[in-house]
């Protein structure tokens, strides 16, 4: 079946830098994939839209500027949060179209 | 938007019994999915069912799309059965730009 990879799947940061995080379909093209975001003990909230060769939508009140999202090749999107702090400490995961998900990437800034 | 709601919020069982959690949502879906989130955050899919039964082993789900809900079925629980279950929905656009609800978290003890 198809699978989404994603990495890394832990990384803690320092207040102020950037982390990326990579999603990867590894045997089908994803020309679109969708970024969510869970902070513990709740749900999952969608955050953007990534459409490969174009410019990602966002859902209401997400930053764009925070949270880059580039999706340059038909297996590959990437999430960058810039300028990190701890308050974007979160699990983010990635999924694709025909619901298969990432393994998720938990963040954590200090 | 549409709104997903699953009931109930927490679920503690022995193992060998048998469970049913609800997802009602307010608007009509183009694609429900279950998820099961084990301790480390993975999300499983469980079942694409936007109307209809569907069974696969000890799970069953069963969404009634006139009526705007959905059941899944856990019989004879297991101690890996425990984690949270989450109900997702896409309604308009793509049938994977998901909705999800809160979730029910279930314990199953041995």
């Known amino acids: 079946g198809a699978v989404v990879s994603q990495h890394p799947s832990r990384v803690i940061c320092k207040s102020g830098t950037s982390v990326k995080i990579e999603c990867r379909s590894l045997d089908f093209q994803a020309t679109t994939m969708f970024w969510y975001r869970q902070f513990p003990k709740q749900s999952l909230m969608l955050m953007a839209t990534?459409?490969?060769?174009?410019?990602?939508?966002?859902e209401q009140g997400v930053e764009k500027d925070k949270f880059l999202i580039n999706h340059a090749s038909l297996t590959l999107s990437t999430l960058t949060v810039t300028s990190a702090h701890p308050e974007d400490s979160s699990f983010y995961i990635c999924s694709a179209v025909g619901g298969t998900f990432g393994s998720g990437t938990r963040l954590t800034v200090v | 938007g549409i709104q997903v709601e699953q009931s109930p919020p927490d679920l503690i069982l022995q193992e060998g019994a048998n469970s049913t959690l609800r997802c009602n949502f307010s608007d009509s879906v183009n694609n429900l999915q279950w998820f099961h989130q084990n301790p480390w955050g993975q999300l499983i899919n469980l079942f694409y069912?936007?109307?209809g039964t569907k069974q696969n082993g000890r799970l069953s789900a069963t969404t009634v799309a006139t009526e705007r809900y959905s059941l899944l079925y856990i019989s004879s629980s297991q101690t890996t059965d425990s984690g949270v279950y989450f109900c997702a929905v896409a309604s308009g656009g793509s049938n994977y730009k998901l909705t999800f609800g809160k979730g029910t978290l279930l314990t199953v003890n041995p």
């Open positions: 069912i936007p109307s």
């Open positions: 990534s459409n490969e060769g174009s410019k990602a939508t966002y």
